[in-house]
């Protein structure tokens, strides 16, 4: 299957610039690098937050466990601020409407 035809439409709308792609990559790189077998899933949930927050959320976004929930990612900077809600794909929609503005 191609790309073009493999992606949400939603994503296809996402026009991002090199900066963006090279800040990914080194930061997916960095991930990649960290991961070890004999850690404990806490480790590799610290890697993940780690990765979301250098590459997408950061100082934007609180990222840490709310609840029972492992991993949250607040709509502001402060642990009091909202959680976004609706299922994953009403999620990445939205943000990336907001981007598109």
Same mark, same amino acid.
């Given at each position: 299957? =191609?790309?073009?035809?493999?992606?949400n439409k939603a994503f296809l709308k996402v026009k991002p !610039? =090199?900066?963006?792609? &090279? !800040?990914?990559?080194? +930061?997916?790189?960095?991930?990649?690098?960290?991961? +070890?077998?004999?850690?404990?899933?806490?480790?590799?949930? +610290?890697?993940?937050?780690?990765?979301l927050k250098k590459t997408y959320y950061d100082p934007n976004h609180f990222i840490n466990t709310k609840g #029972?929930?492992?991993?949250?990612?607040?709509? *502001?900077?402060?642990?009091?601020? /909202?959680?976004? *809600? /609706?299922? =994953?794909? &009403? #999620?990445?929609?939205?943000?990336?409407?907001? =981007?598109?503005?």
């Amino acid at each position: 299957m =191609r790309p073009k035809k493999a992606l949400n439409k939603a994503f296809l709308k996402v026009k991002p !610039n =090199r900066t963006e792609i &090279q !800040n990914f990559k080194a +930061n997916l790189i960095q991930l990649l690098d960290r991961i +070890n077998d004999t850690e404990s899933e806490d480790f590799h949930k +610290n890697l993940v937050i780690d990765f979301l927050k250098k590459t997408y959320y950061d100082p934007n976004h609180f990222i840490n466990t709310k609840g #029972r929930n492992d991993l949250v990612i607040h709509n *502001g900077p402060e642990s009091n601020s /909202g959680v976004e *809600g /609706g299922n =994953r794909k &009403q #999620r990445i929609y939205r943000k990336l409407s907001l =981007r598109t503005k």
